[in-house]
């Protein structure tokens, strides 16, 4: 069976998210949670369903869970969850100051 990994940033940025979400509806929360967990399963076995995000970066992919994008590497025996960010941010720049994405 596939795996996938969470970056530090990736779980910084889960962990925000989830806060945020939580405030206001906990239940919100760990709905995404649990559907972001269950979308990097079946991304890590099927690592190149992924949409190209290559314009960005080599061999970057991503995929959707709500209004978040999943970006990830194919790694060898799955994938590793680079960030996740909402889906409405100006990508470009968010990859252009992130030198270590």
């Known amino acids: ?6 970056s530090e940033d990736a779980i910084k940025d889960i962990n925000e998210i989830c806060d945020y979400l939580a ?8 709905n ?3 559907a972001i967990r269950q979308k990097c399963k079946l991304f890590a076995n ?8 290559s314009q960005i ?3 970057l992919r991503g995929f959707l869970v709500k209004d978040y994008i999943i970006f990830y590497y194919p790694h060898e025996g799955g994938i590793v ?8 941010r100006n990508l470009d720049k968010l ?3 992130d030198s270590n994405v």
């Open 1 to 6: 069976m596939a795996k996938y990994q969470f």
């Open 23 to 30: 405030k206001n509806n906990p239940r919100s929360a760990s």
């Open 32 to 34: 995404l949670f649990d």
């Open 46 to 53: 099927f690592p190149k369903m992924g949409k190209s995000y």
């Open 57 to 59: 970066r080599p061999s």
């Open 81 to 88: 969850i680079l960030r996740i960010v909402s889906g409405y």
């Open 95 to 97: 990859f252009s100051e």
